[in-house]
């Protein structure tokens, strides 16, 4: 695959092992995106010109792909936005504003969270007094599902969850938590880990809202999807009302535009639209998710394979092939992390180090943090050797 990906050809010794942080661009996308801003960029939303028309159909395209992708019906509870942290303010502070959430009430998330679900929640507990309760995990990295129940009272209000933990990759089971689940509750999830690698279907996840970032499916940085259900956008008003979220402007009223620009107040970024767009018809055209998980399938297991053979290095992991994905978090008890990532760098090998954005789970785990080396379709056993030789040489 590393043929369509022009990064490796202009970086002839470039191993990436860091698709989880995000992935690299394939030229299907990258020529894409240089077509368009070379022959027909435009506005979007108001003019009647051709390339304003080019530009309205591929906004338009780019939802409904990603809809079908999520085995949604339609593109106007797909909503634009920025990144993690934006997405999910975007939702707390909507859910604040049009008093979904009270003060006292409870916000269910899980110890494995990124800190872009833990963070716009501790806003709130400061804003309003709201109370974030963290559900622990089994030993075997698996949601505890009685823990849950246990913390599932009648004042939690949000139930927010990581479908892919981006330490651990344990898949949750989150059909068992939709089944608990009461109608007075809402139910996120974050598919930021889950959307690159597995079929994400939100009929069957049954969820309220969920969101994803799509520079780690091949697509540009800084571009954010929440899907939601319609019943629940039309009852929530914008938080955030300017530009093309307004549809009536007075001296002293207005009125928000509907589904789904009510809540993308601005000018959007059409060529990250249309790089989303290209990225899932390249996965479409070419591989497919099910291609995809099968070549994923051999590197996770080769990979495997070469850690187990190996006692001083210690991989964060539930044990269950089944129900996770490409991604190894390790440590080894005697180095900082950062000292193995650094290695890796002095020898052309980009890996990622540190806390990865869950820090209450580092401290969960007693631990201070851990090396990640992840892996995506462009990826070889080749690449795989090459780390495992840099991490002997230096650390066995
Ligand atoms: C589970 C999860 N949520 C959120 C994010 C944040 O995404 P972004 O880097 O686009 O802000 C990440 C990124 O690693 C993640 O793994």
Same mark, same amino acid.
Not at 93 to 102: A, P
Not at 329 to 353: G, P, T, V
Not at 373 to 396: A, R, W
């Given at each position: ?19 989880? $942080? ?15 801003? #070379? ?44 990144? $993690? ?56 990295? =698996? ?36 089944? /608990? ?12 880990? =889950? ?37 629940? /956008? ?6 955030? =009302? ?14 928000? #535009? ?33 291609? /995809? ?104």
């Amino acid at each position: 695959m590393k043929k369509d990906f022009p990064i490796f050809k202009n970086n002839k010794d470039l191993i990436f092992l860091d698709s989880t $942080s995000t992935t690299q661009k394939p030229s299907y996308v990258i020529n894409w995106i240089s077509e368009y801003l #070379s022959n027909s960029y435009s506005n979007i939303h108001r003019w009647l010109y051709d390339i304003a028309i080019n530009s309205e159909k591929i906004y338009f395209d780019s939802k409904q792909k990603v809809a079908e992708f999520l085995s949604w019906d339609s593109y106007k509870e797909i909503i634009y936005t920025y990144n $993690s942290n934006y997405a999910l303010n975007l939702i707390s502070q909507t859910l604040r504003y049009n008093k979904v959430l009270n003060p006292w009430d409870k916000v269910l998330v899980s110890i494995v969270e990124h800190h872009s679900n833990i963070v716009p929640w501790l806003i709130l507990k400061e804003e309003i007094w709201i109370e974030l309760e963290f559900v622990n995990i089994k030993d075997d990295f =698996s949601l505890d599902i009685e823990d849950f129940e246990k913390k599932y009272d009648s004042r939690v209000k949000v139930i927010a969850l990581t479908h892919i933990s981006n330490v651990t990759w344990e898949i949750f089971d989150l059909e068992k938590v939709w089944k /608990l689940k009461r109608d007075d509750t809402l139910f996120i999830v974050d598919a930021s880990q =889950s959307f690159p690698h597995i079929k994400v279907d939100v009929k069957k996840l049954n969820c309220d809202m969920l969101f994803f970032t799509w520079h780690k499916i091949m697509a540009d940085s800084w571009i954010w999807v929440i899907y939601a259900k319609k019943e629940l /956008l039309e009852k929530l008003n914008p938080v955030f =009302s300017w530009g093309w979220a307004i549809n009536e402007v007075k001296q002293c009223s207005f009125r928000s #535009s509907n589904l789904p620009y009510k809540f993308e107040p601005w000018t959007p970024n059409i060529t990250w639209a249309l790089s989303l767009l290209k990225a899932l018809e390249y996965i479409e055209n070419i591989w497919w998710l099910e291609k /995809l998980k099968e070549i994923e399938d051999k590197l996770v297991e080769y990979a495997l394979n070469e850690f187990n053979k190996r006692d001083y290095i210690k991989l964060i992991w539930g044990k269950n092939l089944k129900s996770r994905v490409w991604v190894f978090s390790f440590y080894i008890s005697w180095i900082n992390s950062l000292d193995i990532a650094d290695i890796m760098a002095e020898n052309n090998i980009a890996i990622r180090a540190w806390q990865h954005c869950t820090e209450p789970f580092m401290d969960y785990l007693g631990i201070r943090s851990s090396a990640r080396m992840s892996l995506y379709i462009y990826n070889s056993t080749d690449d795989i050797d090459k780390f495992f030789k840099v991490l002997d040489d230096n650390f066995k």
